[in-house]
């Protein structure tokens, strides 16, 4: 008897919110719990009502594995974006229509400004007005920055007529609250999300292919690169760049851009993967961002479902207003964007900067974008492969340290790693490098590698798994987890975006 | 249908000889017309029929068809 009570305990204890345990992806409890919901789910497939239900349930539980009893907030939001939407939506004339439209941004703002920015707004006045005041114990939501985001991208298509609200609070709900992209996106359109909702589930074979690419990719860029090359190199370089010389550092830096890709990145395929299960396509979210050819390119293919979303609700607005300027509103128009992109990520100037660099590098470029092409053009290079290939570079080296200034919580940490590579940098030591660091070197080398297969060999592949017999396809899925758990540390590494 | 004065502002500001703009044509479909550009477009349509578009105006425009709809509408044509 006391042993059922234990092992009841233990279960209880297992389903209960646990700060360092969250549902992620790529936990054992995960599966298990996604494996029910999706047997339920075909079951009863039918039925919206209760697909709806499954999807509210479980999403709230997946919260609250990761926030505890703060999963209220999710609830709030629905019920304030619902609700005040439906308001506005009533009213014909658009200056009625913009007074509810502000009263919603600034109640959705002033949530995500509690949570996320009050202490690092006390920390700007004690720092300016030098004060003494103590920070305050507020706990972050995770994800609340994207489905803040998510419902805000619903609020503005139905003000600007675009989209009609949604029929009911359930279906604004599941949009909301849809578990898949609830914690680090994509952050999906209302108006292609809300119509799936009433479609009976219906996954292709060419569906199920790309979703056990994308899931077995996700997992593997995850666990087996991100992760591991971060634990195992690249925090030891950056907690003491000045210990290790200029070439270890470069390697740092390289393997810091390639762990937040395939950290970030191998979510989002988990998440638009695991979604097609479900019968819901999300929108894409990266296009191997370091094939770009320019700091704009490299934002049409990184982050894309923040980046759109950037563009139709922020720069939009702002090029607008500034529209009489003509180049110049357009680069400062730009550089609000970034600088309020690089907020958005986090509370901190390392972020700040960080957004701060993407603004000037893309308004520099418009700036010198006549004077650049004619220039091309006269060397005639203009469009060639020589020129592309050198565009790659110079602009994957921008993009690999402006991520060494996000990865920065003390700007001297940039100046460190910069100038260790710049003084000390002793290329003669890769040999030796190779020779004991064989996993990090092969893994930083594979993980780019197959980023730059072309897309077309990519397309083949989810082909060929859409075409394999059901064993294979569980067969490559086992194999999948196998190596992953191989690569499992003793702990999982937290996704580097959730803290945003 | 697009008419002729409209075309060919768009079509200045984009320094294209010709192009077939249909009602149904969104701008990503013509080329040099960018996030970028589309502002220059709105501006000069502004100016050549001595209007004034209001943000949510243009902001919920979906192709070239509404953006007729907003001049005639802004022009006084219906």
Redesign the interface.
């Known amino acids: 008897m006391m042993l059922i009570n234990l092992s009841l305990d233990k279960i209880l204890d297992l389903l209960k919110y646990n700060q360092n345990d969250p549902l992620i992806f790529s936990t054992i409890l995960f599966l298990f719990f996604f494996f029910i919901v999706l047997i339920f789910y075909n079951l009863f497939s039918k039925n919206k009502n209760i697909r709806v239900f499954l999807l509210i349930i479980f999403s709230l539980y997946f919260y609250y594995k990761v926030v505890g009893f703060y999963f209220i907030i999710l609830i709030v939001s629905a019920v304030i974006n619902f609700y005040l939407t439906k308001w506005m939506s009533t009213y014909e004339n ?1 200056t009625k229509r ?1 007074w509810v439209l502000i009263l919603i941004i600034v109640l959705n703002l002033a949530i995500l400004a509690y949570f996320k920015y009050t202490n690092f707004i006390l920390q700007i006045i004690n720092d300016v007005a030098n004060k003494n005041i103590e920070p305050l114990a507020i706990f972050l939501p995770i994800g609340i920055s994207f489905y803040t985001f998510k419902a805000l991208n619903y609020v503005f298509d139905v ?4 989209l009609k609200p949604a029929k009911n609070l359930s279906d604004f709900c599941v949009f909301l609250f849809f578990f898949p992209n609830l914690l680090a996106g994509p952050i999906d359109r209302a108006s292609e999300f809300l119509p799936q909702i009433d479609k009976e589930p219906f996954i292709s074979k060419e569906d199920l292919g790309k979703a056990i690419f994308l899931i077995s990719a996700g997992l593997l860029k995850k666990v087996v690169i991100a992760d591991y090359i971060s634990l195992n190199y690249v925090d030891r370089i950056f907690d003491f760049p000045i210990r290790y010389t200029g070439l270890e550092n470069l390697i740092a830096v390289y393997g810091y851009a390639l762990q937040i890709y395939c950290d970030f990145s191998g979510y989002s395929d988990m998440a638009i993967g695991i979604a097609i299960l479900l019968g819901f396509k999300l929108m894409d979210n990266f296009n191997s961002p370091f094939k770009a050819t320019s700091i704009a390119d490299f934002w049409r293919r990184w982050h894309i479902s923040l980046s759109k979303w950037l ?2 609700y922020l ?3 702002i ?3 500034f ?2 300027l ?1 180049l110049y ?2 680069m400062i128009a730009l550089f609000i964007t970034f600088l309020l992109c690089g907020l958005w990520h986090g509370a901190g100037w390392n972020f700040i900067l960080w957004g701060a660099l993407h603004g000037f590098f893309m308004s520099f470029a ?1 700036l010198i974008q006549k004077p650049k092409n004619a220039f091309y053009t006269k060397l005639r290079i203009k469009n060639t492969r020589f020129l592309k290939f050198f565009q790659v570079i110079i602009t994957f080296h921008l993009v690999a340290f402006s991520f060494l200034v996000f990865r920065a919580n003390n700007i001297s940490l940039v100046g460190q790693v910069i100038s260790q590579i710049f003084t000390f940098f002793h290329g003669e030591i890769i040999t030796q490098f190779i020779e004991k660091l064989p996993l990090i070197f092969t893994l930083i080398l594979v993980g780019y590698l197959f980023h730059f297969i072309p897309l077309s060999l990519e397309n083949k592949i989810k082909k060929l798994i859409a075409v394999t017999p059901w064993f294979g396809k569980a067969l490559i899925l086992a194999v999948v987890i196998w190596i992953a758990a191989q690569f499992k540390s003793a702990d999982i590494q937290p996704f580097i975006y959730f803290q945003f | 249908m697009i008419s002729p004065e409209l075309k060919k502002v768009i079509l200045k500001e984009l320094n294209l000889d010709d192009f077939d703009l249909k009602d149904e044509t969104t701008a990503p479909e013509v080329p040099g017309w960018d996030s970028l550009n589309h502002i220059n477009i709105i501006l000069a349509v502004e100016e050549y029929f001595k209007i004034k578009f209001k943000s949510y105006e243009v902001l919920r425009l979906k192709n070239v068809g509404d953006l007729q709809k907003l001049v005639d509408s802004k022009t006084g044509k219906k």
């Open positions: 658009f913009r003000y600007l007529d675009t563009l139709d720069f939009r607005p090029q607008f207003k529209r009489n003509h509103g357009n418009l």
